[in-house]
C-alpha cells in the first residue's frame, strides 16, 4: 500500500470512527423510543421485539410539545430570516464596495466572533427588562440575530468576493441599480453560502437553550429545548417517552440539513476559507 492510499486510507479511518462516535447515541436512542418501559429495561440493546408506536403521541401529549414547537419553529425561523437578510445586505456591500471605513466595520463584525456569547447573559437580561422586552419573542429573536450576523457576515464575505467586478458592470451598463444587482444577481449567486448560514443558524438557535431559560418564563412561550428539559425533570422514570420526545426534536434539523446538505458543502468549500 502505497503513502498516498495509507494516508486516504487513516483519514477515512478517523471521520468514520467520528461518526459512529456521535451516531450510534442517536441510533440508539431513537431505537429504543419504539420499546416500551419494560422491553427496555430487559433489553435495553437491539431492535424492539414489538414496535411501540404510541410512545411519541404520549409523549407528544404530556410533554405540549405542540406548543413548544411553534415557539421554536417561530423564534428560530424568524432569526434566521432576519440574520441572513441583514448579513447578505452587509456582506454585499463589504465585499463589492470600497469605502473608507470598510476595514474598520469589517473588523467589529468580527470582533463579534470572538466575543464569549453566554459573557453577555446578564446584560441581555437587564436590558430586556429595561425596555420591557423580557419574556417575549422579541428577546430571543434579537439576541440570535446579533450573535450570528459575525459568522454569517465572514462566510458570506468570503464567496462574494469571488465573484468577477464584470458582472456588476455589465449589469449597470444595463440600466440595473445597486438594490436590483444585490436582488437579482449576487443573492442568487450566494445560494450555496446561504445555505452554509441558514443551516448553523437554524440548528443553534434550534438548540439554545441558557438564554431561552433566563429571558422566557411564560410556559406559552417556552422553545423546545425547555419544553424537553421540563419533561424529563417530571418524567425521570419513563425513559421511552423522554427518548421519543428527544426523537421528534432531532427529526426537523436531520430534515433540514438533508435538504441543504449539498449546498451546504459547496458553501463551505467555495467561500468560507476565503475572505
Excluded at 486516504?8 to 456521535?22: D, H, K, P, Q
Excluded at 456569547?117 to 439576541?143: N, V, Y
Amino acid at each position: 500500500m502505497t503513502s498516498k492510499r495509507l494516508k486516504t486510507f487513516a483519514i477515512v479511518l478517523f471521520l468514520a470512527a467520528g461518526s459512529a462516535v456521535n451516531l450510534v447515541p442517536l441510533l440508539w436512542m431513537a431505537i429504543n423510543s419504539f420499546k416500551s418501559e419494560q422491553e427496555y429495561a430487559t433489553h435495553p440493546v437491539g431492535l424492539p421485539r414489538v414496535w411501540t408506536w404510541s410512545n411519541f403521541s404520549k409523549a407528544w401529549e404530556i410533554a405540549h410539545l405542540g406548543t413548544y414547537f411553534w415557539n421554536s419553529v417561530f423564534v428560530t425561523l424568524a432569526s434566521v430570516v432576519l440574520t441572513v437578510f441583514l448579513g447578505a445586505l452587509a456582506s454585499y456591500f463589504l465585499s463589492r464596495f470600497e469605502f473608507r471605513a470598510r476595514k474598520w466595520v469589517y473588523g467589529s463584525f468580527m470582533l463579534g466572533m470572538v466575543i464569549p456569547i453566554h459573557a453577555t447573559l446578564i446584560p441581555i437580561f437587564l436590558l430586556m427588562q429595561k425596555i420591557g422586552l423580557l419574556d417575549t419573542r422579541l428577546s430571543l429573536i434579537l439576541p440570535y440575530t446579533a450573535f450570528h450576523l459575525s459568522i454569517t457576515i465572514f462566510i458570506l464575505v468570503g464567496f462574494m468576493s469571488t465573484f468577477p467586478k464584470d458582472i456588476e458592470e455589465s449589469a449597470v451598463m444595463d440600466g440595473s441599480g445597486v438594490f436590483r444587482i444585490f436582488w437579482s444577481i449576487i443573492l442568487p449567486m450566494t445560494r450555496p453560502a446561504l445555505a452554509t448560514v441558514v443551516i448553523l443558524n437554524f440548528i443553534y438557535n434550534w438548540n439554545e437553550f441558557l438564554f431561552a431559560l433566563v429571558l422566557i418564563n411564560d410556559s406559552a412561550l417556552k422553545t423546545l429545548p425547555l419544553g424537553l428539559a421540563n419533561f424529563a425533570g417530571r418524567e425521570t422514570t419513563n425513559q421511552t417517552l423522554q427518548m421519543a420526545a428527544l426523537t421528534m426534536a432531532l427529526v426537523p434539523i436531520i430534515v433540514f440539513y438533508l435538504a441543504l446538505q449539498k449546498q451546504l458543502v459547496q458553501g463551505m468549500t467555495a467561500g468560507a476559507v476565503k475572505g
